[in-house]
């Protein structure tokens, strides 16, 4: 298969190359999976320019798990210093552990005349009832661990409603190009190539950078609202295009102080 030609303006509405009113650019180009967009060649002859979306939304969020470290962590913090424990510590640790040295012990025997996994049972029984009665229990030491950023979404919906014939051909266009530059190129039998990625650039409006963006899906509704079209070329009247990007790498806090 051909590489796509991507070398094309498309606009929606018309007038968008000549207004003062915010609107997005859309440029495609081969991934370089720089978070920063430095480097990126914005090539004039290769985007798609659409009129501002109502809302644009960004959500950011962080990974972090959820760990528990116990007795080791709680000797671990106290530099091993059995001083630093109180009776109740103490209690609590053989609570916790010698009912179930104690069942595990004499499990070999249950295990053999129960069944196997007899002794873990009763191990845990004992240690509830202990538990029960002393109204005690470990501390499990919970705490989230931070692993990394999260690779953002970022969701655009356009709705296209053209004034002539040149605009519902634009408005075609545009759902032909975003589709297709999402998809891959074959490269052999056994293989794709990667599609071409996005910059997205929002002009004359001050809101924050977007980072290179793989267009992650693409979905396309005709004439929602009625089953009227052109008479020239039986084309809809409306179109729906709901588009979603995913972030190649994550940023960092200091791409956020650079407006990313």
Request: glycine share 4%; aromatic share 10%.
């Amino acid at each position: 298969m051909p590489e796509k030609n991507m070398n094309t303006i498309l606009r929606y509405p018309e007038k968008v190359k000549n207004t003062s009113d915010p609107y997005v650019i859309f440029s495609s180009h081969k991934a370089h999976y720089n978070a920063a967009n430095k480097d990126i060649n914005m090539n004039a002859d290769n985007h798609i320019a659409l009129y501002m979306p109502q809302s644009v939304t960004v959500s950011d969020s962080m990974r972090y798990e959820n760990f528990s470290t116990g007795v080791v962590g709680a000797l671990m913090e106290s530099g091993f210093d059995t001083d630093n424990y109180s009776t109740e510590d103490i209690k609590a640790l053989a609570h916790e552990y010698g009912p179930a040295l104690a069942a595990g012990a004499a499990g070999i025997a249950f295990d053999s005349l129960l069944g196997a996994g007899a002794g873990a049972a009763i191990s845990s029984k004992v240690n509830s009832e202990i538990q029960k009665s002393t109204q005690s229990v470990l501390n499990p030491r919970e705490f989230a661990l931070f692993r990394s950023p999260s690779m953002r979404q970022f969701a655009y919906n356009f709705t296209f409603i053209p004034e002539s014939e040149t605009e519902s051909d634009t408005a075609m266009a545009i759902v032909k190009s975003f589709r297709q530059t999402m998809y891959p190129n074959v490269a052999s039998v056994m293989t794709y190539k990667f599609p071409h990625v996005y910059t997205i650039q929002y002009v004359n409006a001050d809101i924050i950078k977007i980072p290179e963006v793989a267009l992650a899906s693409a979905s396309v509704v005709y004439n929602p609202n009625s089953m009227s079209y052109f008479k020239q070329n039986n084309r809809p009247v409306e179109i729906q295009l709901s588009l979603t990007f995913q972030e190649l790498k994550p940023i960092t806090s200091q791409l956020v102080a650079d407006g990313y």
